[in-house]
């Protein structure tokens, strides 16, 4: 099992930025695919998910700026980022698991499998 996290890269605040994870060695749409991100001396944080079910989450900072989307054609899942911010930038993480229920999908000790990170920094 692999998980490719790719499209990070440095931008200025208000841009947009678009985050790929290609996923193989799994059957991809039985899989909940989450985003989490980690800041310099920070802990990592839940970012925004897809479960199989359809469903999608956000971390309250993301709402409305960040949209998840997925397609399962290509096993692949995007976090498409709005509206930057300097408190943004972080090493972003996809992760993915197969057998997460709805009061797990925000923390990372669920998931079994993750991607090598991407970085996105937010200059001011």
């Known amino acids: 099992v692999q998980l490719q996290a790719s499209g990070g890269g440095l931008v200025q605040v208000g841009d947009s930025l678009r985050l790929s994870c290609l996923a193989s060695?799994?059957?991809?749409?039985?899989?909940?695919v989450g985003w989490f991100r980690q800041a310099p001396g920070k802990e990592r944080e839940f970012v925004a998910a897809?479960?199989?079910?359809?469903?999608?989450h956000y971390e309250d900072s993301v709402k409305g700026r960040f949209t998840i989307s997925r397609d399962n054609a290509k096993k692949t899942a995007y976090l498409h980022m709005d509206s930057l911010r300097p408190e943004d930038t972080a090493v972003y993480y996809c992760a993915a698991d197969s057998s997460l229920i709805l009061s797990s999908i925000r923390d990372d000790i669920h998931y079994d499998y993750w991607g090598q990170g991407t970085l996105v920094t937010v200059s001011s």
């Open positions: 060695g799994i059957t991809f749409n039985r899989y909940t």
């Open positions: 897809f479960r199989s079910t359809g469903t999608r």
